[in-house]
């Protein structure tokens, strides 16, 4: 999660970072922005250091490594830190910074800026005052004017740096706050922007979906890409940048009291209908049960609320794990491009409905045990695709595994291999260019231990890295494979070194650690979260 750069020249990054600019600045070393493309550097294996070799390193030189820190990817000066203990920035200064930043040339500067900033979870309906939503409204003022390039080079702009201790957590709220601003978008936007343009993590709760609902018409006002409301309404407000935002009573009210609602014509703009809704009204006659079985992946207006504001967590490039919710929500699967569905255990019921099935073609193939269903999706009318677009979805195929529970009881090692393979093959057929959603019932279990076995085959690396390297990109909530799933894993990867000692006549340590060991760890790593 170390930084990588989103709208203009405002970073997002972790402490490392922001300890490595002030390394840099001490030294008066000189920073060359990264002309690297680092868009969903976090999910690429190579950037982990779960991946790298270290079993051959000696003591010393593996410390000096792990303490080394990198280089700062851009030449950052005013820098944000969003942390538990902080507050919003003080008004007065916010004031001074734009009335700075307005009259000057925006050439570089030597002057350092630190400023702080509430984490996400912290901010209630409570703290919705005018002051407040003031200081939200100036600090994006100020990280916009500050990061706009206007000079010839723009290499020469000023950067900023958002951070906090592990790049994506508690700084979330001020960067989705930031993009709403910025770009005048609304928070399902700025949620799939922050994805799939920047390809950054991030971390939000379910409490912060409400609050970033209730800030967005404000922010989204005094954007700098609002429209003017008087005739002309090709150009942009305009703005007084030397001056602070001033928010009136009635535009308090409006955001306490309002329930403002996103049109559906925005909706159909954003893909965020339902794959069930009817295009006709012939169609609401339809069977009942029918119907229902259509409508349980969301309603015309949907939003990531539904979802407690979540997306899949991308843990490769080509993999997604998720939870049942993910894998019903058509609307999200299509923008994030999931072409591919393993189902561990549980069903899809948009695959039965009525409506879907009258816009697409299905055919099942069924392993000889039952236990293995693969479901192949052909959309029947190949023209107007955009009039019937809610029932056109970006699945192709969905892998079903049957008869599995998450009751400590049911085997997953028997179905494994079959799975491993048809991620495997269709990873070879697109030569890597392939999403994959793996899903559960939450994803933290049962699909959490396909996608751990994945990164063991894919990786080859060992089950206590593979856990781990799954369970830092699984956000927003902490995956807990039961004990038995654990168990087979740690079985298997015996077998495979066992055939693989046999095969090259070698004699090698089956286990790496042991089983109540790993056990241990594991319990520690998750008693602060009890």
């Given amino acids: 999660s170390s930084a ?9 990054g972790n402490f490392w970072d922001y300890q490595s600019m002030l390394n840099y600045l001490s030294e008066n070393k000189p920073v060359e922005t990264s002309k690297e493309n680092l868009k969903d550097y976090y999910c690429q294996p190579s950037n982990s250091i779960t991946t790298s070799n270290t079993t051959t390193t000696t003591t010393t030189t593996t410390t000096n490594s792990q303490l080394s820190l990198p280089q700062p990817k851009a030449n950052w000066k005013l820098f944000i830190r969003c942390h538990s203990e902080a507050s919003f920035p003080d008004l007065q200064d916010l004031n001074q910074l734009l009335f700075k930043y307005t009259i000057s040339s925006h050439e570089q500067s030597d002057e350092i800026h630190h400023l702080e900033f509430p984490p996400l979870g912290s901010i209630g309906i409570g703290d919705c005052k005018k002051e407040n939503l003031q200081l939200i409204i100036n600090t994006c003022k100020l990280i916009y004017l500050y990061s706009s390039t206007t000079t010839k080079n723009p290499s020469s702009g000023l950067n900023s740096l958002i951070y906090c201790t592990d790049g994506y957590t508690e700084l979330s709220l001020l960067v989705f706050c930031y993009l709403m601003y910025s770009l005048n978008i609304s928070l399902d936007e700025a949620i799939l922007e922050l994805h799939l343009t920047y390809g950054r993590p991030f971390y939000i709760f379910p409490s912060d979906v409400i609050i970033l609902k209730k800030l967005q018409p404000l922010l989204r006002k005094f954007s ?11 150009m ?13 009573s009635q535009e308090i009210n409006e955001l306490l009291l309002g329930s403002p609602k996103e049109s559906s014509q925005q909706n159909t703009r954003l893909g965020f209908i339902s794959p069930n809704e009817d295009e006709d009204e012939d169609d609401e006659d339809e069977d009942e049960q029918d119907i229902d079985n259509d409508s349980s992946s969301g309603s015309s207006d949907y939003s990531f609320n539904e979802i407690e504001g979540s997306i899949p967590s991308k843990i490769l490039p080509h993999i997604y794990l998720g939870s049942l919710k993910h894998a019903l929500c058509l609307s999200i699967l299509n923008k994030l491009g999931i072409q591919k569905i393993i189902s561990v255990g549980e069903s899809l019921p948009w695959l039965n409905g009525y409506i879907f099935q009258r816009h697409n073609d299905i055919t ?13 999706i052909t959309p029947k009318k190949k023209t107007n695709l955009v009039a019937h677009s809610h029932h056109i979805t970006s699945v192709d195929t969905v892998l079903k595994v049957n008869n599995l529970e998450d009751d400590g009881i049911d085997e997953l090692s028997q179905r494994l291999p079959q799975i491993l393979k048809f991620i495997n093959d269709q990873y070879e057929i697109n030569q890597g260019q392939v999403k994959i959603l793996i899903h559960c019932r939450v994803g933290v279990s049962r699909s959490a231990t396909v996608v751990i076995a994945e990164i063991m085959n894919r990786l080859k690396i060992n089950l206590p890295m593979a856990y781990l390297y799954v369970r830092v990109r699984r956000l927003n909530i902490i995956i807990q494979p039961n004990l038995r799933f654990m168990y087979e894993l740690f079985k298997w990867e015996e077998q495979k070194k066992l055939a693989n000692n046999e095969r090259d006549k070698e004699v090698g340590y089956l286990r790496e650690i042991d089983w109540f060991i790993m056990c241990r760890e594991i319990t520690k790593l998750n008693t602060p979260y009890l």
């Avoid at 990588?4 to 997002?12: F, G, P």
């Fill in 4 to 12: 990588t750069k989103i709208y203009q020249n405002v970073w997002i």
């Fill in 224 to 234: 700098p890409t609002t429209k003017s409301s008087n005739n002309n309404n090709s």
């Fill in 236 to 248: 942009n407000r305009q703005i007084d940048w030397a001056n602070l935002e001033i928010l009136s």
């Fill in 364 to 376: 099942i193939n069924q392993s000889t045990d039952g236990n293995i269903e693969t479901y192949t």
